[in-house]
């Protein structure tokens, strides 16, 4: 059971190059979540997939796109990296049912030049 | 939802109870009180939640005032590994009733620092 997993772990990009950052679950949980966290900040939502098939924005969606590929992977993609994005990326996931127990992965650490 | 408010950073002696405060006078009668905790450049995990009673699991207490305006996280014997920072959440439960996933707002949270 390896939990939330994400890929890459580190990636530098060029200012206006896109990427996508992808996250897996095995926990069979329906809603899935993508944070950043910028140096000596807490984490904010950028967005988030409720269940399958639906997603919602966060507080700083801006520059950002999400796919719920299926229940297991949410995908996030930059279509055109800004310097300002550099940060550390954390997916997460609940059950539908949870008290707002959220199980992390291990982030992505983003830089983009 | 509530606001919280935690001081920026705590020390402790390793083997002696850590005790984390965290104000949060703004509380509604439905909204849980929420602590994670977040390891050096690690995702965060989640400790413990409670409503109004005190809890206890294997990783800390949950001591809620009466009144609910304040809370204090108690890691009973803390140990070099429990130096984090550790977040205080106060949200309604979602789920099943709402059908909403649960956001969860992370603030700046305590640097407990767990010395020898």
């Known amino acids: 059971n390896a939990g939330v997993t994400q890929t890459p772990k580190f990636q530098v990009l060029k200012t206006g190059q896109s990427m996508t950052l992808q996250c897996a679950q095995d926990m069979n949980h329906n809603s899935m979540y993508w944070y950043r966290q910028d140096p000596g900040m807490g984490l904010r939502l950028i967005y988030y997939s409720a269940s399958e098939g639906t997603t919602d924005k966060g507080e700083v969606p801006n520059g950002y796109n999400v796919s719920r590929l299926n229940k297991r992977e949410f995908s996030l993609r930059l279509e055109s990296a800004a310097p300002s994005q550099t940060s550390v990326y954390f997916c997460?996931?609940?059950?539908?049912?949870?008290?707002?127990?959220?199980?992390f992965g291990p982030g992505t650490r983003l830089t983009v030049l | 939802d509530a606001k919280t408010t935690q001081p920026p950073s705590m020390d402790c002696a390793e083997g002696r109870a850590a005790n984390l405060p965290c104000n949060h006078s703004t509380i509604s009668g439905n909204e849980y009180v929420y602590w994670y905790r977040q390891i050096h450049s690690q995702g965060p995990q989640y400790i413990i939640h409670g409503l109004k009673n005190n809890e206890t699991n294997e990783m800390a207490s949950l001591i809620i005032t009466e009144d609910r305006k304040s809370s204090t996280l108690i890691l009973p014997h803390a140990t070099l590994r429990d130096t984090a920072v550790y977040y205080c959440i106060v949200r309604v439960a979602g789920g099943v009733d709402t059908g909403t996933a649960s956001k969860l707002t992370f603030g700046t949270g305590t640097r407990l620092q767990v010395t020898l």
């Open positions: 997460a996931s609940s059950t539908r049912t949870g008290y707002n127990e959220q199980f």
